[in-house]
């Protein structure tokens, strides 16, 4: 009877090894006493173009911030103007620029001002305009670049007496330069005993007409989210054609987040709702361009959605916004939710700490990933800082880690077993990845995972003749690629005689942070010595000693290794016993 020998040697190539990770969960350094970013968008070269406000005592300033693809902030500038208290809350791209918008008062809070900004994409302030200042109260949400160079603007006013008019939703169409060519205070669109907001503005393709969404009948500018979600067509002199209302709870406390146009022609959109019991519960829906509300879902997955983006040709839903966490439900986190084309959850996804995160706005990322910011508030130094959480297509931080081992199975005289140790692939998850096995003889490759059919525990492969052979396994995930190989030799054994022995290595704990535990314990002779290798993701061995079978725990020091996946094997002297992976944090 022949004895198989299977001798391995581990090569490790981690394609996207890189000196900072590629997807992260970060803060900015404080700016002031509280800082937020609440819009970004991805602006080419792996960075992103984001705009915020932060505080000083009672005084706000706006500022702008290009984040490179580590989130590390490049061009930091604020954006001031005559009063001390400034907003941006939306901005569009126009001739290579950002052009903001936002709303500047004074300290009493008595009179502001629209306040229209070109932005360069430095981040510096190339100029101010103020919309229409008159006597008007007024404040603006949202902006949109319509035909020839213009602008219009959503928003609210209210003529300023002691007591306040209701707040009534208001537009205004200008110049890039701020000249107004139109305004309208929309009195006599909405019930004027309550109140009334513009919340987001839609270009009408192949039409100078625009939608607006917001909200009405609001019965409280305290909390202006408690009102009723409208839709409205307006013509190219803002004169409101027709409104539809939407209710989606008993108690009028809906709010919409953000409206985009889908593949076919439809918009969708997100919000909030109330629920009976006093809460809130994020919603998408979708209508049609007449305003029919074509469905809608409630998401008990995320309670507040403000911003989201369409993916893959419309086929899902990518959300960001916060979710309130159990069981006090005075803690939240930011969330990233992905849904199907109808509105229905695939997966939601948590960031956050012990006390409050917000996410205000998401960018598709270079690498099909998304980068979510908004707001981390921390006790610890009394401030809120910017919050920024970049994850892979599946809402994740991990990258791929390719790795498996191999022995002979016995089952035919050169048959060689493969056993997947990767991580971080997910290859049964709704948008997970997939592995692809080359078995180093000019074979076809075995594929399997999302896409392909089910990855079995154990892949086999019969070799044609004895000899030395390399495999290379590579696990796909999103974007990113992970490579392993080993070379080994196969020489021809009888049938039913498994290559290796009864055993088992121990290497605890795992995750480690300071000493690993090892121990081999298995049909060994107690006179067999073991060597044990480990190596880091580049297939360095940075560790190795000797380890005697059925001898008790060895202990090896790795406090000085740097945090991430390292891979060990075990040999016997003439076999592989047993490959694995531990994590050193």
Known sequence: MQRAIVINVLVFLMINANAQPKYFQKTMDPIGSHQHVTN??????GNFFATGSHFYYEYETPFGVIIDKQGNPINLTEYTTIFPINKVYDFVESDNNH?????????????SYIVLQQIDTTCQLISTQFVAPDNLYKGAFCLESTNNNTFTIGGFSIIYTPNYDPWVAYAAKTTATGEVLWQHRYSVDFDTTKLSYIYQILAIPQSSDVFYFGVCDVVSDVNPTQGDIFMARADSSGTILWKQKYNFNFDSRDAIGRAVWTPDQKIAFVGLYGTPTGGRRGLVGKVDTLGNLIWWHALEEIHLVEKFLIVNEGREYVLAGKRYMPPTYNQSNLCIAKTDSSGNVLWARDYGGPEKDYGYCIAPTNDGGYLVMGRKDTSAIGKALVYMVKTNCMGLLTEPQAAFSTYQTGDSP?????????????????DGGYYVWDFGDGSPPFVCGQGYGACPALVTHEYAAQGQYAATLTAFVCTDTATATQQFSVVPTAVGQVAVPTYHISVLPNPASEVLHLEAVGALSSSHELQFSLYDAMGRAVRRLALRANGGSVRLDVADLPQGLYFWTCYSPDAVLQSGRVVIK
């Open 40 to 45: 970004v968008v991805n602006i080419g070269n």
């Open 99 to 111: 052009v903001s918008i936002g709303t500047t008062f004074n300290v009493a809070r008595d009179t």
């Open 414 to 430: 050169l048959e060689v077993g493969f056993q997947n140790l990767s991580q971080y692939v997910y290859p049964d998850s709704i």
